[in-house]
């Protein structure tokens, strides 16, 4: 169905991106495409579909075939009734207001009769889990569900290959289960070709048939996704694992790992922990805070302290709250209730006062770069924060990013760009950090860098706030976690124990040793070091 021969392409002469790349998927297939930021996995996507080389310039060589079709003959609106694609951000690939509007625009451009029409948009409400979302405007949906229309409005179109440019990066473990069990459904019951690029692997590597890694050098490396992982510099939990206890196949599923574990009585000591105490001091206290957006409520009475030096992690579904209560908690969205930070209410202050207060990073961090080198935004960030010149500079070398102070912001990588607004925003020295979804479209390494950044703020005494989706970062970066769901606080505790006592929301190493009280493949070697010699 999908086939490379011989494909090298690059968008500057002399630097390929892909370097004489062939691989075959056969129809009814789901290849999982894997490879850490930079190294072509959106390139590689996007020659399927024909953006690239059409839309995005540079030279293709060799021969990219869907269906039988030759790219380089047929540009992506020709392309459109057998691929569908969805990129990494959906609110960018929107042409409707409504959801419902959304999912029908793809079918009225290729003829769909409107009785057929009608029917294949209920069902892809339903088979997405978003009738009733289907009369709301998709500029206010959180970006979990615009990610949710975004492939319901491709999947309507009714094409025989979907490619998936990171489906779950805005999804909760729930939802995110929920896209996956409806994509791999249509590629059992009706054929689909899939084609899934993902950096959370832990997600979606047990439902994949094949895997293709990009190691950056040009190659593609196509096979059984326990043998690719393997030897991939990509490395979900359960491929740590398989290295740590000298496995030759990772297994591609807890159940997998939870058995080879019980065979072979690996039994790794319990970290030493010691008590937690609730926070005695608070660089922000919240008190019965409520947000609203018109009729709906999202923060209902919520109360929330931020101890200096620690770190505590929002967690919830989709749509929970976590997005507006962090910016209320900075005081950029209007709200009821008390808010104090080191004392004053943000609400009250300019933004530049109240930026020194207490710092947000938004979901879609880079909308904060405008200016054309990464040394005019330092430079302006140092200016607005009335900070010493190269205070920013100094801040992102903390953060263990060297940045070429010439580099344009948008040429950046993901992980690139997130530091950089961080500098940006630390500049001004605030008390309070606040990150909304940081690791969306970092690979592994890139969020261990954000989780080490974290931990040295945390040290020079910063209390921070970080929402995510990501259980797996969330085990590693949280002191504490809070669990938001319709806006009300649910849960609050110390990290682990929040994780470990849900299973929508623990981390595969948890699930693999349970009831042994480790939840991370660090903890797992460290364990396992400590026996000195486990007995099998």
């Given at each position: 169905?999908?086939?490379?021969?011989?494909?090298?392409?690059?968008?500057?002469?002399?630097?390929?991106?892909?370097?004489?790349?062939?691989?075959?998927?056969?129809?009814?297939?789901?290849?999982?495409?894997?490879?850490?930021?930079?190294?072509?996995?959106?390139?590689?996507?996007?020659?399927?579909?024909?953006?690239?080389?059409?839309?995005?310039?540079?030279?293709?060589?060799?021969?990219?075939?869907?269906?039988?079709?030759?790219?380089?003959?047929?540009?992506?609106?020709?392309?459109?009734?057998?691929?569908?694609?969805?990129?990494?951000?959906?609110?960018?690939?929107?042409?409707?207001?409504?959801?419902?509007?959304?999912?029908?625009?793809?079918?009225?451009?290729?003829?769909v009769a409107p009785l057929a029409m009608r029917k294949r948009v209920?069902?892809?409400?339903?088979?997405?889990?978003?009738?009733?979302?289907?009369?709301?405007?998709?500029?206010?949906?959180?970006?979990?569900?615009?990610?949710?229309?975004?492939?319901?409005?491709?999947?309507?179109?009714?094409?025989?290959?979907?490619?998936?440019?990171?489906?779950?990066?805005?999804?909760?473990?729930?939802?995110?289960?929920?896209?996956?069990?409806?994509?791999?459904?249509?590629?059992?019951?009706?054929?689909?070709?899939?084609?899934?690029?993902?950096?959370?692997?832990?997600?979606?590597?047990?439902?994949?048939?094949?895997?293709?890694?990009?190691?950056?050098?040009?190659?593609?490396?196509?096979?059984?996704?326990?043998?690719?992982?393997?030897?991939?510099?990509?490395?979900?939990?359960?491929?740590?694992?398989?290295?740590?206890?000298?496995?030759?196949?990772?297994?591609?599923?807890?159940r997998q790992a939870r058995r080879r574990v019980k065979a072979e009585?690996?039994?790794?000591?319990?970290?030493?922990?010691?008590?937690?105490?609730?926070?005695?001091?608070?660089?922000?206290?919240?008190?019965?805070?409520?947000?609203?957006?018109?009729?709906?409520?999202?923060?209902?009475?919520?109360?929330?302290?931020?101890?200096?030096?620690?770190?505590?992690?929002?967690?919830?579904?989709?749509?929970?709250?976590?997005?507006?209560?962090?910016?209320?908690?900075?005081?950029?969205?209007?709200?009821?209730?008390?808010?104090?930070?080191?004392?004053?209410?943000?609400?009250?202050?300019?933004?530049?006062?109240?930026?020194?207060?207490?710092?947000?990073?938004?979901?879609?961090?880079?909308?904060?770069?405008?200016?054309?080198?990464?040394?005019?935004?330092?430079?302006?960030?140092?200016?607005?924060?009335?900070?010493?010149?190269?205070?920013?500079?100094?801040?992102?070398?903390?953060?263990?990013?060297?940045?070429?102070?010439?580099?344009?912001?948008?040429?950046?990588?993901?992980?690139?760009?997130?530091?950089?607004?961080?500098?940006?925003?630390?500049?001004?020295?605030?008390?309070?950090?606040?990150?909304?979804?940081?690791?969306?479209?970092?690979?592994?390494?890139?969020?261990?860098?954000?989780?080490?950044?974290?931990?040295?703020?945390?040290?020079?005494?910063?209390?921070?706030?970080?929402?995510?989706?990501?259980?797996?970062?969330?085990?590693?970066?949280?002191?504490?976690?809070?669990?938001?769901?319709?806006?009300?606080?649910?849960?609050?505790?110390?990290?682990?124990?929040?994780?470990?006592?849900?299973?929508?929301?623990?981390?595969?190493?948890?699930?693999?040793?349970?009831?042994?009280?480790?939840?991370?493949?660090?903890?797992?070697?460290?364990?396992?070091?400590?026996?000195?010699?486990?007995?099998?």
């Amino acid at each position: 169905m999908i086939d490379f021969d011989d494909v090298t392409f690059a968008y500057q002469p002399g630097r390929p991106i892909l370097d004489s790349v062939s691989l075959h998927i056969p129809e009814g297939e789901l290849c999982l495409l894997a490879g850490r930021t930079g190294a072509g996995k959106s390139t590689l996507l996007g020659a399927v579909n024909g953006l690239v080389p059409h839309f995005t310039g540079g030279t293709l060589a060799g021969r990219v075939a869907v269906d039988g079709r030759d790219t380089r003959g047929h540009r992506p609106e020709e392309l459109a009734d057998v691929v569908g694609y969805v990129g990494q951000d959906p609110l960018r690939g929107f042409v409707t207001d409504t959801v419902e509007d959304e999912i029908a625009y793809g079918m009225e451009q290729l003829g769909v009769a409107p009785l057929a029409m009608r029917k294949r948009v209920e069902e892809t409400l339903d088979l997405m889990g978003i009738a009733e979302l289907r009369r709301r405007p998709l500029a206010e949906l959180s970006g979990g569900q615009q990610q949710r229309v975004a492939i319901a409005a491709v999947l309507a179109a009714g094409p025989k290959v979907l490619v998936l440019d990171e489906p779950t990066s805005s999804l909760d473990p729930t939802a995110a289960q929920d896209v996956l069990s409806a994509i791999s459904m249509l590629v059992h019951d009706v054929g689909l070709t899939v084609l899934l690029a993902e950096h959370r692997l832990e997600r979606v590597m047990h439902a994949a048939d094949s895997m293709v890694w990009l190691p950056g050098d040009g190659r593609a490396v196509h096979g059984p996704p326990a043998r690719v992982l393997a030897a991939a510099d990509v490395v979900p939990p359960l491929a740590a694992l398989a290295r740590i206890v000298g496995w030759d196949e990772v297994p591609l599923s807890v159940r997998q790992a939870r058995r080879r574990v019980k065979a072979e009585r690996i039994e790794p000591r319990e970290p030493f922990l010691p008590p937690v105490r609730g926070p005695e001091l608070a660089a922000l206290d919240a008190a019965e805070l409520t947000v609203r957006h018109g009729r709906v409520t999202a923060v209902d009475a919520a109360d929330l302290r931020l101890a200096p030096g620690t770190a505590t992690v929002v967690m919830g579904r989709n749509g929970a709250g976590k997005s507006s209560l962090l910016w209320a908690l900075a005081g950029a969205l209007p709200s009821s209730g008390r808010l104090a930070v080191d004392g004053a209410d943000p609400r009250q202050l300019g933004p530049d006062e109240a930026r020194r207060l207490a710092a947000l990073v938004p979901q879609n961090a880079p909308d904060l770069l405008y200016l054309p080198t990464v040394a005019d935004e330092l430079a302006q960030a140092d200016k607005e924060s009335r900070a010493a010149p190269g205070t920013a500079r100094r801040i992102l070398n903390s953060l263990g990013f060297e940045l070429n102070p010439d580099a344009d912001p948008a040429d950046l990588s993901e992980g690139q760009k997130l530091a950089l607004v961080l500098a940006v925003q630390l500049a001004a020295r605030p008390s309070v950090v606040l990150l909304d979804e940081p690791t969306r479209g970092l690979d592994y390494r890139a969020k261990a860098h954000l989780a080490e950044a974290l931990a040295e703020l945390k040290r020079s005494g910063a209390a921070l706030a970080v929402s995510t989706h990501d259980v797996e970062f969330a085990a590693v970066a949280a002191d504490r976690i809070v669990l938001l769901a319709d806006g009300q606080v649910i849960a609050d505790g110390p990290g682990r124990e929040v994780v470990s006592s849900s299973p929508a929301w623990s981390p595969q190493m948890a699930k693999v040793f349970a009831p042994i009280d480790v939840i991370t493949p660090a903890e797992v070697a460290a364990g396992l070091r400590d026996l000195d010699g486990l007995e099998r």
